[in-house]
């Protein structure tokens, strides 16, 4: 395949195009992992109340890492996919 045939697919710039998302979707999970309260619980609830309270704030902080992990992994594997396409191209 040559570089012309690789861009003239449209791979390239769907993969552009999702590396993008991809960057937006990273901004926002890392905002939100900015601005999640601490899950200590002080001050806001008591007794079980704090407990469930600090538990669902643990959980969704490990949602939270776990989508950036995955969003992480997703945007490394779409700049790989690139980096094949043009270096695939040039090898024949």
């Known amino acids: 395949m040559d570089i012309g045939a690789v861009s ?10 999702q ?5 937006r ?11 999640l309260p601490a899950a200590d619980g002080r001050g806001v609830w008591s007794g079980d109340a704090r407990r469930m309270y600090v538990y669902a704030l643990q959980q969704l902080s490990s949602q939270v890492q776990a989508a ?3 969003v992480d992994e997703a ?3 779409t700049r790989h996919a690139l980096a ?9």
Request: aromatic share 2%; glycine share 18%; with cysteine.
């Open 25 to 35: 979707v990273a901004g926002r999970l890392t905002h939100a992992r900015a601005v």
């Open 84 to 92: 094949s396409l043009v270096g695939g191209s040039h090898g024949g």
């Open 8 to 17: 003239g697919s449209g791979v390239d710039l769907v993969l552009r195009q």
């Open 75 to 77: 945007s490394r594997d």
């Open 68 to 70: 950036c992990t995955y």
């Open 19 to 23: 590396l993008l998302a991809l960057d």
